[in-house]
């Protein structure tokens, strides 16, 4: 049988990997100790050159299904990770066959949610591993796709400013649909409750966090947020035709949420008293576009977000109001942000994302400020947070596996 590679964007050297060997049996030559999720399936990640991968052994059929469904919501925009190829045609050297194998890009700075606790999160990071997966989960719905396995484990996370930002890693269940019903988007949510449920107690059974962990309290949580941000998303709302004002100050909510409304269906009534409105079309990203817009840098959104207030601060600051906001962005990047990411050392610039380093000082200038009373300069706090914080925080861009 001849091996068949199918493959987006081809990296050659995949060629190289061995497939006539069970995954199970890669060794070291190919595999690297990166964190991965828990999966039914056999799972290894493999550096080739530059490149990192996440191989998955699975039926061929499932394979090119979650193949081509990933490139769907890579077209969409939507947080997931980025699939390579497919390899069929395996057969061992006794001629027996072997199963298809999945590639995917490893997500930079992301780390599945056994390894987050690993390295450092609490039980009270919970509810922001819960907001990071509803808002994936919402928006996934709005694009009408069925996810039907949700969980953590089907989940990587990468830090955003203090919260977290989540893709989904498996999508192996899941459908798009040319729409989804309220009865479809409700199972999603509770298997998500059902696994998540599992998985936290699994989480304290592992000693993974020091903590009790209110299982039951973070479900509900996690029930509670998804329907309250779908709400805010889609929700109809009525009002007096005096208080057209409503209509600026949803939109306001929405984006102070993150979200842009790309559609407004707006409706009144035969006399033209009651205005009703409802979002037709959202999406996430406002804050992430805003910032690449202004300066090219591409971030998470809460992380876009922290960098613009920072903007408008040295704008404030430098007497900058009336300047164009394109060239000011300018120069706050090449006079704050750069110098700022100059200045963290060659050897721990895989620790953490540029854009979260700043968030990072950021905080830490707060608690120098406070400490001092008075605020102390941004650059100083900077030497300082290297020396004292990231010197000790471990490698997450590609952050090997915790003994």
């Known amino acids: 049988m001849a091996l068949h590679v199918v493959a987006h964007r081809p990296d050659p050297a995949i060629m190289q990997l061995p497939w006539s060997v069970p995954l199970e049996e890669w060794d070291e030559r190919y595999v690297v100790p990166l964190p991965r999720g828990l999966s039914r399936h ?54 027996e066959e072997l199963p298809a194998a999945l590639l995917t890009q490893h997500l930079r700075f992301s780390l599945p949610y056994r390894s987050l606790f690993s390295h450092g999160t609490t039980a009270e990071g919970l509810p922001s591993l819960v907001d990071a997966m509803v808002v994936l989960l919402v928006r996934l719905h709005l694009a ?36 989804l019903s309220r009865q479809m988007r409700e199972h999603d949510v509770t298997i998500a409750t059902e696994n998540v449920f599992a998985e936290l107690l699994d989480l304290q059974a592992s000693r993974l966090v020091r903590d009790e962990v209110p299982a039951d309290q973070i479900v509900a949580l996690l029930q509670r947020r998804y329907h309250e941000l779908w709400d805010e998303l889609t929700g109809a709302e009525e009002f007096s035709a005096r208080e057209m004002w409503r209509i600026e100050q949803r939109i306001e909510r929405l984006n102070k949420l993150g979200f842009d409304v790309e559609e407004l269906d707006i409706v009144t009534d035969f006399d033209g008293d009651t205005v009703r409105i409802q979002p037709r079309a959202v999406e ?13 840098l591409d971030v998470e959104d809460a992380q876009a977000q922290r960098l613009l207030n920072d903007i408008a601060r040295f704008t404030a600051h430098r007497g900058l109001g009336r300047e164009d906001r394109v060239l000011v962005a300018s120069r706050w990047l090449t006079e704050v942000f750069e110098p700022l990411m100059a200045m963290v050392p060659p050897e721990a610039r895989g620790k953490l994302e540029p854009a979260e380093i700043f968030h990072e000082v950021l905080v830490h200038r707060w608690y120098l400020s406070e400490r001092a009373g008075h605020e102390v ?26 003994d």
Request: charged content about 25%; cysteine-free.
């Open 42 to 95: 056999v799972v290894r990640i493999v550096r080739l050159g530059a490149a990192t991968y996440a191989v998955k052994e699975t039926v061929e059929a499932i394979a090119f299904r979650e193949y081509r469904l990933l490139r769907d919501l890579q077209r969409l925009g939507l947080p997931a990770v980025m699939p390579q190829g497919v390899v069929t045609g395996r057969v061992d050297p006794a001629g």
């Open 284 to 296: 996430l990203g406002h804050h992430r576009r805003e910032l690449r817009s202004l300066t090219g």
């Open 144 to 179: 009408d796709f069925f996810w039907g396995d949700v969980s953590l484990s089907n989940v990587l996370f990468r830090r955003d400013a203090g919260g977290f930002a989540a893709y989904l890693v498996d999508a192996e269940t899941g459908e798009l649909r040319p729409s």
């Open 377 to 402: 300069d941004l650059f100083e706090t900077a030497r300082d947070y290297i020396e004292t914080v990231l010197a000790s925080k471990p490698e997450e861009a590609l952050t090997p596996e915790p």
